[in-house]
């Protein structure tokens, strides 16, 4: 079993990207008897997919897991729905600023992620790692990988699981920008380690409560 | 022509809900034109949307607005998408507690509102009213007869426009709960005025970024 | 009985300042008895106290409270004690930002507030505002004119109540500047008349928890 | 030089606290050429500055440091300044639950840190690690112990520097509370090292920005 893990670089004016250095630290391991491979992914509207698109056909993964930066929060969020549009606030890095554009002009609203997002938040949260549910995965390039990758797993007949996975800033981020929570990046690949397990060994996820009023 | 506006009943242990309170207030009014006429809807998984079928049925109005209370919201959110899931945190109204299920089994994943989403956060602004386009509606009765209501008026062929708008907690209610942001009636209903003006008189939304990054 | 009621002028960039236009409204009112004189106060370091000392000796008032503008903050809160810094993380409107410099050099290191600001938030709340202690004043020209404030009522021989109370932004203010809570003026002026009707009645403070673990 | 370090046994219904594992990870350890030795707190307004008082006449320090932990911070933040009261939210470890007493009642309002608490944040920000200066240390056990501190060290001539430092809740207790930021222990501890390095090195304090608005 094969899980392909991509990570984004460097976006709106910080030098690093947790998410690329959390995914460069599970390249190569085996977690639930699953190796993992990785990939960077430009956060740039057009370039992400076609890196994307690339990745998946060379390594043909069971698993499709997109990490992005999520600035402000302060836990781990397994992402439930990507929707159809762009409405970029800040340029992307090819300088792309879509404002409510569809990603696929012929696709449908939403995406839900095929992951079991309920297990992976639970394992996360046993292994004693901050993690919840979310249902927004934001209007920018994180949310345009999502979408594109469910489009891309939707349309080979869904024989691929996919979905993206948020995490906060790292302690040194943090330091910089100020203001800002954070998470060390032992506690991310931790945490990212036991929802990757969920990922492969859980077929159905489970019933529990993971929603919100509002 | 006529706007068909919703609230909610108490839920959740407040004894009052600040979108009747606001809907209340503009019942047969007249705004740009238009004639405001108001229902309540029972906080309550299956009685909601009955109830609101009735309304539609009985009005038959070019335009239909639910509101719903977003406690711990400090501006008011037009929402950009409903999403076919219910899985509440805490009983509806009616002891319900659906955790993961569809909303309509044969519906898309996700309706987009057919409001000018956009132009109507710009008229709330300009009016000095708090207020950002918001891209979850969570997953309780607000995202639950936000999601049926678009269903039912897509298939009637869309020909009238409809959606969801989310308000902070009244003053009096932050005063007893304690640690929540709020919002005065007055300022609520000043704020739904100009929002109901820009639904009725902006026919393609206005093309002004409204994303969030995640 | 007479109370002089203080407002700075705005700072920071904004336009106007929420404490200036809510003891505007409160100017010439009786409240429990007392008459309310209103002086405005320059958000500058060395002119702020000289300009309050000059309405205290105009006007011999039994209680003096300034009223400041506290961005961020959702609830209107009587802050409980002065401390002897200055901090300034901006400039104030003179272009002074003094670091950690002490306010009165012989003074000490700390002043309680002399009202009672459990029964003000008491009354507050009862009066259906949201209002709570607050254990900070900050560092800036508020924390200056309460310090300031206190130090002349001390070496009086605090025969006069006095202190401080923040309040949140206006609506047109969190309108303009985004991403922050608000109260509306009527909002904050009928929480004020509760509050100064408290400071006037209530001689020996409740005994009420307002504390925060930290 | 010696400096001893405290850390609060857990409260409020916690099965760990963050502050004596952190302090424990230090024991033994030198910095900046100083021995670090450490002690456990009670969480009980009686018996903590007992403790204390006992740790310090035996080891006979250049300076103290009391480590709490700050429930819903997500930085580390030493504290600028102990204030005379007690006004406990929740009861202590021994049932205690005093509102608006004085810790002292021949004390003054209020001690300032002896730390270099802007060359702390300095050290700690330059080290990867989130900090700021805080300007309240609440009203509960780690107030009064800072506070208590703070007083022996003035009747002893301040011949000793002394301060109070408060930490994030560590992962695993936001895992199990929900909707709280975190800081993992390496981290925290590599902060603490970064701080007591600045306290045992900086005589004079860096005159940087450290304060707020309000």
Redesign the interface.
Known sequence: MRILLTGFDPF?GEPINPALEAVKSLDGRTVAGASVSVCELPTARWRSLEVLKGAIAKLDPDIVISI????G???ITPE??A?N??????KDNDGN?P??EAIETEG?????STLPI?AMVSA??E??????VS??????V??HVFYGLMHILAQEGNRRKGGFI?IPYL??Q???L???????L??IVGGLEAALAAAVTVDE?H????????
């Open positions: 709106g992005g930066q999520a600035g929060r302060f836990d439930r729905v929707i549009v762009d409405d970029y606030r800040i600023q404002v409510d449908p609203t939403a995406y839900w309920k996360m949260k292994a004693g790692v901050p993690a919840s249902n927004s995965a934001g209007t920018f994180c949310n948020h302690p040194e943090a330091a910089r100020g203001g800002q929570p954070s998470m060390s032992d506690c996820d019933k529990k409560v993971g929603g919100t009023i509002c």
